[in-house]
């Protein structure tokens, strides 16, 4: 009996350590599998008159990179750490106002390092829906997104970069500054980046009823008036709540009736979006009024919209939609 009892003891004992030590691989095997690099610097870069020793550790997973960085000032240390998602177009990072202005030197040309410049256009949409996106509870829409209209006579396709504000938004803590990271390269499929094509659209059958034509990218929607184009839409996790990765295109179909634009984002499953691109407002269909149905298609007939699901078909009235974009476009 004394045997048997040891035994299964040694059983238990071995099975909990082993549950521990893969429970710990699993919270940490994105950086056990990534390449890391480390950067060791030293210099008054505060201009206090004393050395500052600074650890930068990089580690690069298959789309994760994570960033560690440890400031000794000769009295204490300060820490800083962010992860990014290249899966992602917008990876917004907040750092504390107070150390950002004291280490900018250091921020800016050894931990970042890249240049100041302005956003372009698709990259001002998605700070705008960034510090816009709201999560609403009414019985037509349950998500609203509100940016600037921007309008651009020359269309330009942009590659990854990052930019600084150092100016306090609504979306920020007013005691940090931020820094966003735009990985614009998303917007290119595997083989455009590989032919460096950067003719990455499709022309969407114009509407007769509306005055714009739109170019439908994997994951962005441009409207196009005579020989100026606006961005409109682009998928993000963050923000449309797109999927996870954009190796593959996020955006379904697309169509505009007047001044709304209807987008069907198919990842991880179809959702309706209702752009008002004169106003600069977008709103996501509540799936309540399709009972929760997994989204086949949709048509626009008459006064109507129709909202195809795999068991039936849902109308909903353009009129009625149009009143609801209305009230919520003004608060």
């Known amino acids: 009996m004394y045997y048997k009892r040891t035994y299964w003891f040694i059983i238990i004992l071995i099975s909990g350590l082993l549950f521990h030590y893969n429970t710990w691989g699993d919270i940490n095997s994105a950086r056990k599998q990534s390449d890391e690099k480390i950067r060791h610097l030293k210099g008054d870069f505060d201009k206090d008159g004393i050395k500052d020793l600074v650890t930068i550790t990089e580690s690069f997973g298959s789309s994760t990179y994570f960033l560690d960085v440890i400031i000794n000032d000769g009295k204490k ?15 917004p990072v907040y750092i504390d106002k107070k150390l ?5 030197s250091l921020f800016m040309d050894s931990v970042f390092r890249y240049p100041e410049k302005k956003a372009d256009p698709s990259l001002q949409w998605l700070m705008d829906a960034n510090c816009s996106k709201k999560i609403l509870t009414n019985n037509y829409f349950d998500l609203s997104i509100k940016y600037t209209p921007l309008w ?13 504000n150092e100016q306090t938004n609504s979306c920020m803590n007013k ?5 966003y990271v735009y990985t614009a390269d998303n917007h290119y499929t595997q083989e455009k980046l590989l032919s460096k094509s950067k003719t990455i659209y499709t022309i969407v059958p114009k509407n007769d009823s509306s005055e714009i034509t739109l170019l439908k990218t994997p994951h962005a929607i441009i409207a196009l008036n005579k020989n100026e184009y ?6 993000d996790e963050n923000i449309t709540e797109s999927g996870e990765k954009l190796r593959w295109p996020s955006i379904d179909t697309a169509t505009c009736q007047g001044d ?5 984002q198919k990842s991880p499953e179809k959702r309706l979006f209702i752009v008002d691109y004169k106003k600069g407002c977008c709103f996501r269909l509540n799936k309540k009024l399709y009972n929760n149905e997994a989204i086949g298609s949709i048509a626009l007939r008459k006064e109507n919209l129709y909202v195809k699901t795999t068991d039936s078909e849902h ?4 009129d009625r939609l149009m009143k609801e974009m209305e009230i919520r476009s003004f608060k």
Do not use: C
């Not at 950002?100 to 900018?104: E, I, V």
């Not at 651009?152 to 600084?164: C, D, G, H, R």
């Not at 005691?175 to 820094?179: C, F, N, T």
């Open 230 to 235: 606006s961005w409109v839409f682009i998928s």
């Open 100 to 104: 950002f202005a004291r280490y900018k």
């Open 175 to 179: 005691d940090s500054v931020a820094l």
């Open 77 to 91: 240390s300060h820490t800083y750490s962010q992860e990014f998602s290249s899966g992602q177009f917008l990876n």
């Open 260 to 264: 709304l634009i209807f987008i069907l």
């Open 152 to 164: 651009n006579t020359k269309m330009e396709w942009p590659s990854s970069y990052k930019i600084l």
């Open 315 to 318: 109308v909903v009235s353009m």
